[in-house]
Structures are given as C-alpha cells and as structure tokens.
C-alpha cells in the first residue's frame, strides 16, 4: 500500500528566509503524480505545486520549488522568501492511476515577522 | 478556474438525525468525486469515490450504510450522514476530478463543518 510520511509536525521561519519541508513515500507504482496543498484557517485546500514523478526536472511556482528524489521517494518543498501569508498547514500528497490522493499527516508552518 | 461548492459550510444536528452535505462542480462536469473527512488537526482520510450513475466506492473502515453517498448527476454528488452522533463531527471536504482539465487535475471544495451535539 502507499504511504506518505510528513516527519516535521511543526517548521518555523523568519519573514524573508527560506523554509524546506520534509516528504517521503513509499509505492510500487512507476507512473504517479505528488502534490502540495496548503490548507489555510479557512480550511480551503489550494494547490501549491505538482510533480509528475516521470518527469525528471523539478517543478517550480514562483517562490515555491521541489526537491524530487524518485530513487529516494523523497519530495521536498522549499519556499523562498518567506512571506506572512504562507503561514498554514502543508500536506504532502500522493495520486496513481485510481485518482485517490493520500495525504501526508501535515506540516503546520509558522511565518515569523 | 475550475470551481467546487459545498452547501451548508456548516451544519449542526442534534444526534440521531440524519444530514445530507452537496458538493457541485460549478464549471465543469465531473464524473467521480471524492469524499474526504479531516478531524481537528489531522489529514484528510479518504471515505469513498463517488462516480456519476453508480455505487460509490467506500474506503476500508467506513460504514456505507452511515454514510451514504449518492451522484446523480455529473454536477452533484451527496454525502448524507445517518443517524449522526457526536463522534461524526468532523470537518468533511469534497473534490471532483474534471477528466477534461488533464491526468491530474482534482479541485477540492471548501469543505463542510458538522457538529452533532
């Protein structure tokens, strides 16, 4: 079965710094695709960014980049100059060919000013 | 972009009585839907696949005759909790896959607090 491991329950950061956070999974699976949500207080689960794992290149959006490490099954997230409103809980998240997502358990990120 | 509602935003119920939760895709046509359930500081769990015309597929451990999940058209399905108690309360989210938008595109909807008192 595929899991999908968060190790970092909470991760702070000062405004402007840089910030990476952890995510590794395990699947059997060759073709499949990871995630990054960011679940603010409103509870509204928003798309940061995507990886297809058959693609070699990191993906990156703006201050919001991927360390994907398909040999390791390790995705990480790094953003970059950190700003206030990127304060909330980041989910890993795993998806093949059912279309089922699994989350990560999450990682609550603190911004500091 | 593509967008998914859910009505009520929040609901409370007293326990025994049943609550029924819509998720609708607004802009596109969704042929499977998914239900998720995310306790006070926890994941989202998945419950079941919903897809347009039959049976839902429900996750190990859920109870499908508690939670029923019909999707009768390609812009709605419904999660209704029966005979609701206090430990069903939990925030509860939908997302509805858009076969049109690409192999990966799923939007979530904004979810849905229930409290049972």
């Known amino acids: ?113 | 972009g593509a967008v998914v509602s859910q009505h009520p935003s929040w609901v409370i119920c007293k326990s025994g009585t049943s609550v029924k939760i819509e998720c609708r895709s607004l802009d596109f046509q969704a042929t499977t839907m998914f239900w998720y359930r995310q306790f006070p500081k926890q994941s989202l769990m998945l419950m079941a696949t919903s897809n347009e015309g039959s049976k839902a597929t429900y996750e190990q451990g859920v109870e499908k005759d508690k939670f029923l999940i019909n999707h009768a058209s390609l812009t709605l399905s419904t999660l209704t909790v029966t005979s609701a108690h206090p430990e069903d309360s939990s925030f509860y989210i939908c997302s509805a896959r858009d076969p049109a938008a690409g192999a990966y595109e799923q939007y979530f909807g904004p979810g849905t607090r229930l409290t049972v008192t």
């Open chain 1, 1 to 113: 079965a595929q899991t999908v491991t968060q190790s970092q329950p909470e991760m702070s950061v000062q405004e402007a710094e840089t910030v990476t956070l952890s995510c590794t999974y395990d699947t059997s699976e060759s073709d499949y695709y990871l995630f990054w949500y960011k679940q603010p207080p409103s509870r509204q689960m928003i798309l940061v960014i995507r990886q297809e794992a058959y693609k070699q290149q990191n993906a990156t959006e703006n201050r919001f980049s991927v360390n994907f490490q398909k040999a390791a099954k390790s995705f990480s997230l790094k953003i970059s100059d950190s700003q206030l409103g990127d304060a909330a809980m980041y989910f890993c998240a795993y998806r093949a060919g059912t279309y089922k997502y699994i989350f990560g358990t999450g990682t609550r990120l603190k911004v500091l000013a």
